[in-house]
């Protein structure tokens, strides 16, 4: 009998742990039945909206690039441009500069007086080419300074050498004009050497009174 008992036990075990082992079973299968569920409709609108919503961000990022790209590109054409247009305005410029010099010295030569007749000749046939070359040069772009005695010292255009006291000139005037200055279209090629007036303080302050009665 008790053998029977121990058996009918046993049995009842394993049915037992079958049964539990089949419903086990059965949650997996149920667990996994619902994760094979299609996600719902509201879901799938949402990752629909943040899909569209990262392709739109994306899409502006991508276009500020090539904006970018675009601005950077039309301003290095437009230095390119910028450069070429400098570059032939000022093309000549080294030639000039270094023609200055040799033409002040034939102006000084041909404004030399000459007693002798046969020299004069020569003077005034060098006289000639002169006026020539400096025709060319100023039809390039080549101007003096306008420096002169009594004018305002412009120290943009001009360099003062000496500095004197002269009462019979206002201050800052020019008193003399040692060397010609020489623009080149809009760039000073060579300042003009003046000398210019610079009266004490005692002097500009009874200028003043003076101006003042």
Known sequence: MAKKEEKIKETDAESKEELLDE???ANDTESKKEQKKEPSKK???ENCRKEIESLKMEVEHWKNEYLKAHA???NFQKRINEEAIK????????IVSELINPIDMLVQIVNMDVSNPEVNN???G???ITNQIIEILQNDGLKPVEAKVGAEFNPQVMQA???EANEELEDNKIIKVMQAGY???DRVLRPAMVIVNKLKKEEKEEDKKGDEE
């Open 23 to 25: 419903e086990v079973d």
């Open 43 to 45: 879901d799938k609108l």
């Open 72 to 74: 950077d590109s039309l």
């Open 87 to 94: 570059n032939r305005k000022y093309a000549s410029q080294n």
């Open 122 to 124: 020569y003077k005034l």
């Open 126 to 128: 060098f006289q000639m």
């Open 161 to 163: 050498v000496e500095t």
């Open 183 to 185: 623009m080149y279209k």
